[in-house]
T-cell receptor, first 114, second 114 residues
Framework: DSGVTQTPKHLITATGQRVTLRCSPR?????VYWYQQSLDQGLQFLIQ???????AKGNILERFSAQQFPDLHSELNLSSLELGDSALYFC?????????????FGPGTRLLVL | AQSVTQLGSHVSVSEGALVLLRCNYS??????LFWYVQYPNQGLQLLLK??????LVKGINGFEAEFKKSETSFHLTKPSAHMSDAAEYFC????????????FGSGTRLSIRP
């Protein structure tokens, strides 16, 4: 158990819909990362938040957005869903020690868009 | 820019045999290197990491990896494979200057034959 929690575990929805994925980081971790894992694209970094502010952006579509709240949990919002958005979405939190940042992953949310 | 190449998307070994998963990286600055394991229907779990110092790094579950700067490699090994080692393994790279940007390889699926 990494200490990172994600809800829901599974999500089935239809094209055009909007969903929200939730992540709670490990206690004390200020950074939250979101990743998308699909068969054809592999593991892709989407976005990072640090203590409530956006820190880095990866291959995140404009239809997707995220935020980190004062209690440090984060939400990833996916809108106008397409079939190709079906994937595993991981959240990771990190701590920095001696200049090294180590990421700890949650169990993921499996999204199926029908 | 940094990148990671994992040689072999699928590796199959017999139970009790040596496991060798190959990873080569590209980095213009001293790298930090990681191996993560992903069991079916689970998130990624950190196996081991290299920062500085000793080039042979020991991780969990009997795995170890050796950082070879001259070969830009960070191959993962285990002397004797167990059935429970069947999983997907990801090599990743970051650096002190870009600690928040961890680049993952495409993954290697390890199968264990009885």
């Amino acid at each position: 158990d990494s200490g990172v929690t994600q809800t829901p575990k599974h999500l089935i929805t239809a094209t055009g819909q909007r969903v929200t994925l939730r992540c709670s980081p490990r206690s004390g971790d200020l950074s939250v990362y979101w990743y998308q894992q699909s068969l054809d694209q592999g593991l892709q970094f989407l976005i990072q938040y640090y203590n409530g502010e956006e820190r880095a952006k990866g291959n995140i579509l404009e239809r997707f957005s995220a935020q980190q709240f004062p209690d440090l949990h984060s939400e990833l919002n996916l809108s106008s869903l397409e079939l190709g958005d079906s994937a595993l979405y991981f959240c990771a939190s990190s701590s920095r020690s001696g200049g090294l940042e180590t990421q700890y992953f949650g169990p993921g949310t499996r999204l199926l868009v029908l | 820019a940094q990148s990671v190449t994992q040689l072999g998307s699928h590796v199959s070994v017999s139970e009790g045999a040596l496991v060798l998963l190959r990873c080569n990286y590209s980095s213009s600055v001293p790298p930090y290197l990681f191996w993560y394991v992903q069991y079916p229907n689970q998130g990624l779990q950190l196996l081991l990491k290299y920062t500085t110092g000793a080039t042979l790094v020991k991780g969990i579950n009997g795995f170890e990896a050796e950082f070879k700067k001259s070969e830009t490699s960070f191959h993962l090994t285990k002397p004797s494979a167990h059935m429970s080692d069947a999983a997907e393994y990801f090599c990743a790279v970051s650096s002190y200057s870009s600690a928040s940007k961890i680049i993952f390889g495409s993954g290697t699926r390890l199968s264990i034959r009885p």
